[in-house]
């Protein structure tokens, strides 16, 4: 009985302090890595007002709604893989890579994971 007790408290141990990498989910690639839900959602969040939505940005902060950030993921899906929608926002997405940028798939991704979460774009397809 004291084993088997043992047993059991030692494998719970040993799962909870085995490592289990954690990566936003989307439709663009695998994650960035070892970012956090949290922090992916945040860089996403000051990148896209940094860069996409802001007074002298392609997007005036205001347009930045559910429709145009539906736009937006797809056309960084579709960028992000070589690919164009034909949208005006596959030229848009390409302000996340200017020539000076060396993590533009990474910029990407955690755009598009805070598009996603902060209009809840997963439940509309």
């Not at 007790?5 to 890595?33: E, K, M, N, Q, R």
């Not at 070589?82 to 996340?96: C, F, I, K, R, W």
Request: charged letters at 25%; hydrophobic letters at 35%; one cysteine or more.
């Amino acid at each position: 009985m004291i084993r088997s007790v043992c047993a059991a408290v030692l494998v719970a141990a040993t799962l909870g302090f085995t490592y289990a990498p954690i990566s936003p989910s989307g439709s663009i690639g695998h994650g960035p890595g070892q970012i956090s839900p949290r922090k992916a959602y945040s860089q996403g969040k000051a990148l896209t007002f940094k860069v996409l939505a802001c007074d002298d940005c392609p997007i005036q902060k205001d347009d930045l709604d559910r429709d145009r950030a539906l736009s937006l993921t797809a056309s960084l899906a579709a960028v992000y893989d070589g690919e164009e929608t034909g949208s005006p926002d596959d030229e848009t997405v390409q302000a996340l890579c200017g020539p000076e940028v060396d993590d533009c798939g990474i910029r990407m991704e955690v755009v598009h994971y805070f598009l996603s979460r902060r209009f809840k774009l997963e439940s509309a397809g």
